[in-house]
Each structure stands twice: as C-alpha cells, then as structure tokens.
C-alpha cells in the first residue's frame, strides 16, 4: 500500500502562485501509478485538477486550471507536485493527491484512484 502526505496549504493572495506537494512514506514509491490532484470544496463534487502519467511523460489538466498549472512528479517518484498560477479565489479547496490505474477515458474520474492523500486546505483570498 501506498501512502502519501500532501503538503503546500495555506492562505493565498489573488494572483499569487502556490506549489503543493505530495510525498511518498518512507519506502515505498507510487511509481507504476497514474498520479492525479483533485480538489474538493465542502458539499460539492471532487474537481479534477491534473493527472501525470507513471513514466512523467504524459499530463493532464482540468478546465479549471488549465494554462496556468503544472503537475510534475520526482525522478525517484517519491513526490508529487503541482503548481497553480495566478491563483484565484475559486481555487479555495482542500486539495488531495491519489494514485490509480485508469485508463485515459476515466482519468478525471476520482473512483478510479486507488490512494490518497489526507489533503491539504488551500484558502485564496481576494
């Protein structure tokens, strides 16, 4: 089993950019997964954020943040990161990592993700 710890929160300023990470457990990787970042607000539906696929070599980004966010992933794919720019108050959510196998078709989908994260709370103030 794979477990992870998401990190990077906290209160951000319109227009500022903020990277979160995802850390492995001392270990172990999540190095034959698909890794993804969702976000989720309080009573609403998980948001996809972007997907990067086990090799690094393919991503993938929601409507959302598309343009101006990368997801990247460690040599050693111990971590996880994403980077969000020109952060907007919409942006506030708690945001998780999770690592999957899904095929293409589905990897915006959250079921199909196996692990998570515990999620780190991100607040963009206007």
């Known amino acids: 089993q794979v477990r992870f710890e998401d990190a990077g929160g906290g209160f951000v300023q319109t227009g500022d950019s903020r990277r979160l990470s995802c850390t492995a457990s001392?270990?172990?990787?999540?190095?034959?997964?698909?890794m993804a970042w969702f976000r989720q607000v309080r009573g609403k539906e998980w948001d996809f954020v972007a997907a990067i696929g086990s090799s690094g070599g393919s991503t993938v980004y929601g409507d959302s943040v598309k343009g101006r966010s990368s997801i990247s992933r460690s040599s050693g794919n111990t971590a996880l990161y994403l980077q969000i720019d020109n952060m907007k108050p919409k942006d506030t959510a708690v945001y998780y990592c999770g690592a999957g196998r899904p095929v293409l078709s589905n990897i915006a989908t959250a079921r199909m993700y196996y692990y998570w994260g515990q999620g780190t709370q991100v607040v963009v103030s206007s």
């Open positions: 001392l270990g172990t990787t999540f190095g034959t997964y698909t």
